[in-house]
């Protein structure tokens, strides 16, 4: 089984989350799925967590977040997904392209993505970091080269998969952080819909807890 991850990613590695330097803050929540963010001390772009729970199988949504070109189908502004490299059953790498609004370039992303699954399947972790090197820059798009994310995904057994995801990244450029956080929210929650939707749920999830 492999968790693609995606703007698409800590389990390897310390996570986003472990960060002490502040809180999580609630930004947003809608149709129970909670955005928070928050400022770390050594990156002025806010960090985001969300939390959902899905009515699916771990096998269904493996099947969707493994599906690299049907990014193009939830994930928010995504107009390229391919995988470029399969190192095992549990570690790849892939490329998406994002489109941004004029006048800002789009920008496209390298990733390095690693995975464990526990408790028989029940629990999976995964982590991704860029990869800049990994695939030729591209003419006319600006490279992200700060991009670390984590899934955390578990069985509740009754049906229901409790997700959690976190993610930081500086999307490069001369954009200044100030108008980056001003939207840091809109792109995962419009994403987590999107993949909901793709499961066949069009009724609101459950809020974890």
């Known amino acids: 089984m492999r968790i693609l991850l995606l703007i698409s990613l800590f389990l ?12 999580w803050e609630l930004v947003n929540k809608d149709e129970g799925i909670s955005v928070f963010t928050r400022l770390s001390e050594d990156n002025p772009i806010k960090a985001v967590r969300i939390e959902m729970n899905l009515f699916a199988e771990m096998e ?14 939830w994930v928010y502004k995504c107009e390229l997904a391919k995988r470029l490299e399969t190192v095992s059953e549990n570690e790849f790498y892939y490329y998406t392209e994002s489109d941004f609004p004029f006048p800002i370039s789009d920008r496209d992303l390298v990733v390095h993505s690693v995975q464990k699954i526990t408790e028989q399947g029940k629990h999976v972790q995964s982590v ?6 990994k695939f030729p820059i591209q003419k006319g798009i600006i490279r992200i080269n700060e991009f670390e994310s984590s899934w955390d995904i578990r069985d509740l057994n009754n049906g229901t998969l409790q997700i959690q995801y976190e993610a930081q990244t500086d999307p490069g ?15 995962p929650m419009k994403t987590m819909k999107a993949l909901r939707e793709v499961l066949g749920q069009q ?6 807890g």
């Open 12 to 23: 390897f590695s310390p996570e986003v989350g472990d960060d002490p330097s502040g809180a």
């Open 60 to 73: 269904t949504l493996d099947s969707v977040l493994n599906d690299v070109p049907g990014y193009l189908n």
């Open 128 to 133: 991704s970091r860029s990869a800049p090197a």
């Open 173 to 187: 450029g001369y954009l200044p952080a100030w108008v980056v956080n001003l939207g840091v929210g809109v792109a």
């Open 203 to 208: 009724a609101p999830g459950l809020s974890p």
